[in-house]
């Protein structure tokens, strides 16, 4: 069955036309990944499914589009989380997620304080009927597990324990974002729409996310420039191209063999009829030169041929890509930086300690590690923009180094882009900044933008820009492909493994550094302030570290729910086990006293109205026998009672 269908999508804003004829279809479970260069309607996309944005109306002789969801299925996105309280703590706005678990949960609590004041044992009865029912319907919709599971998937995407008490508005962006990423998974939406929701994730956190999403039995749609991600969850790829899309089957590496295939054979196609009709075009001239009677026939009858002809189109140029080759200005010396004894960190947070290594010419050396670890930190006592609180770093011979900052902070947001190229090297021509900016897509009007009103990914771009020109041997780079689409990641891939200098970087992205790496450096492993140091590529070290360095197996989910489901029944039967004691206690002196009371009024009208009445005092005499009976069997349980009470 379709979980959604998407039908002849168009979107315009005014002139400009941003989606064109878009059209797919997803069952449910199937995870379709949404790719194309910046600004190239992916969101848009999401925003028309959410019904943010409003499709263009379809000419009358187009046949019918819209979208359509399968009947009862819901839709969960990000944009539509409603924003958080920012002084509720993090797990209250976690739990949100549960409301009505929570409901179910104070209205258990309430039955069960009803039960033990109960005034009657039948009473108590219905009561503990209705509980019951009440106790299996929360069971049944997870009522043992949502505190587990929300606390498992805040760990997991890194707000561990000690967030969790703490104000939401004590977070920084990325952690805000990874707290709506785990509220909106946590909700029990059939379809998921998610925008680069590997952003803010360290690569722990994303492959969770990865296992997460292809366990569900979910429909998802997912924007994203994480190569690797895309490999690892999509079953389909859409790619959206100048305007249009191309649904293809299988993940991205498939996408992209596919879409190379097709291209070619349509340029082989293309080409064959191009000289087809060339060479029927020459005949129709040669015909009509001669110009007698039969030939003009056989020109016009080739002319309708032509005409009536299918014409291929030649395949479309894909969207133009940034130009990166990075310039050395000589080699260095063999040893290209030495870290010896380094220790660093911040009042009440230290980051690593007694840190030594060396880094040797053209190595590729990637720093990884879980998100506020310190390796940007790090990566500016390499750059020595900072100094260490211990320990010596120096440079070797010959080294000149270049560092990219991921928050683009070295960028003067009152200067144009033109200004801002130009004044770094001012021995430039204006045509040769304007040459090098161009190669970083910024022609035209662009160049004359304010660095204040780019986007992300045009402020890496531009600091890209200002990398490349600078002649260096050393690059360090903290997460370069930040902000960047696949294709200028492809481009910085190729213009790196060009290279003849060193680098040393910091990324998440997985795809970026199994293709480059020769050397990594873990942050955290095997001790908390200590940085391991790997000869290798990147999958080698993950094999190498599952084998040598796992840390110790986290409890699974099963095991969580287990244990929370028999701590929750222990729990109950030992307040179950309270509330009948109570109860009988209660029982025994209502009764013991009805018993008292009674014996004083039988003693009475034995001494008075029925002491010459024969008959009745036989029966008062009988009663009294038996009440006796019942008081001493009565102060028995009493004391039985008082003597065994229930564990607490």
């Given at each position: ?245 191309k649904l293809y089957e299988g993940n991205f590496t498939a996408s992209r063999e596919k879409k190379a295939a097709e291209r070619a054979e349509q340029e082989k196609h293309y080409k064959i009829q191009e000289q087809k ?121 010959n080294v000149v180094a270049g560092y990219y900052d991921q928050e683009n902070q070295e960028l003067d947001d009152t200067k144009t882009v033109l200004e801002e190229l130009w004044d770094a090297y001012p021995e430039l ?220």
């Amino acid at each position: 069955m379709y979980a959604i269908v998407c039908d002849n999508l168009s979107l315009s804003f005014g002139a400009t036309k941003v989606l064109d004829k878009i059209s797919f279809a997803l069952h449910e479970g199937e995870r379709l990944g949404v790719i194309g260069v910046n600004g190239a309607g992916k969101t848009s996309l999401f925003r028309l499914i959410t019904g943010e944005y409003t499709p263009d109306p379809l000419p009358p002789h187009e046949p019918a589009g819209g979208i359509n969801i399968a009947k009862g299925l819901t839709v969960g996105s990000l944009s539509q989380l409603p924003e958080f309280d920012p002084d509720m703590p993090i797990m209250d706005a976690a739990l949100l997620a549960f409301r009505d678990l929570i409901e179910e949960e104070a209205r258990l609590e309430a039955l069960r304080r009803e039960i033990d004041s109960a005034d009657s044992a039948e009473k108590a009865d219905e009561l503990a009927r209705r509980y019951a029912r009440l106790h299996d319907k929360f069971a049944q919709s997870g009522g043992f597990e949502f505190r587990s599971r929300a606390k498992g998937v805040l760990v997991n995407l890194g707000l561990d324990e000690k967030f969790w008490t703490l104000p939401v508005s004590s977070l920084s962006g990325g952690q805000k974002t990874r707290l709506s990423l785990a509220c909106l998974l946590l909700r029990n939406y059939d379809i998921l729409l998610l925008d680069e929701p590997t952003n803010h994730l360290d690569t722990d956190a994303m492959y969770w996310l990865e296992d997460y999403l292809k366990s569900s039995r979910k429909t998802v749609l997912v924007i994203s420039h994480d190569r690797y991600f895309l490999d690892s969850v999509a079953t389909k790829i859409l790619e959206i191209e100048n305007t249009r899309g191309k649904l293809y089957e299988g993940n991205f590496t498939a996408s992209r063999e596919k879409k190379a295939a097709e291209r070619a054979e349509q340029e082989k196609h293309y080409k064959i009829q191009e000289q087809k009709i060339a060479k029927i075009e020459a005949f129709i001239e040669q015909q009509r030169r001669w110009g007698r009677e039969r030939n003009i026939i056989a020109a016009e009858s080739r002319q309708k041929m032509l005409e009536k002809m299918e014409r291929i189109e030649r395949p479309a140029h894909p969207p133009e890509s940034v130009r990166i080759r990075f310039q050395s200005p000589g080699e260095s010396g063999n040893d290209v930086l030495y870290v010896r004894s380094v220790t660093h960190g911040y009042p009440g947070k230290p980051l690593f300690s007694d840190v030594s290594f060396t880094i040797k010419k053209r190595e590729r050396v990637f720093i990884v590690g879980p998100n506020g670890c310190g390796k940007s930190t790090l990566v500016r006592l390499l750059a020595k923009k900072e100094r260490p609180n211990s320990g010596e770093i120096e440079y070797g011979a010959n080294v000149v180094a270049g560092y990219y900052d991921q928050e683009n902070q070295e960028l003067d947001d009152t200067k144009t882009v033109l200004e801002e190229l130009w004044d770094a090297y001012p021995e430039l021509t204006q045509t040769e900044v304007r040459s090098a900016l161009a190669l970083f897509l910024f022609k035209g009007e662009d160049v004359d933008k304010r660095v204040s009103s780019l986007s992300g990914g045009e402020r890496a771009r531009l600091t890209l820009a200002k990398l490349m020109l600078s002649k260096v041997n050393l690059l360090i780079l903290d997460e370069p492909t930040n902000h960047l689409d696949i294709n200028s990641r492809e481009a910085l891939e190729s213009a790196l493994e060009e290279f003849d200098g060193t680098i040393i970087a910091v990324s998440h992205d997985r795809y970026f550094i199994n293709k480059l790496a020769t050397r990594v450096l873990d942050f955290g492993v095997p001790t908390p302030l200590s940085i391991f140091n790997f000869a290798g590529g990147w999958e080698e070290y993950r094999e190498y570290k599952e084998k040598h360095l796992k840390p110790a197996p986290k409890q699974n989910k099963a095991e969580t729910v287990s244990r929370a489901k028999e701590e929750f029944h222990l729990s109950k039967q030992r307040q179950s086990e309270q509330r009948k004691y109570q109860r009988k206690l209660k029982l025994n002196a209502e009764e013991t006293a009805r018993v008292e009371v009674r014996l004083e009024e039988i003693e009475k009208e034995i001494n008075g109205e029925a002491a010459t009445d024969y008959v009745r005092l036989a029966e008062l005499y009988e009663e009294r026998q038996a009440l006796e009976e019942r008081l001493l069997e009565l102060y028995e349980e009493a004391e039985y009672l008082a003597a065994n009470p229930p564990a607490e």
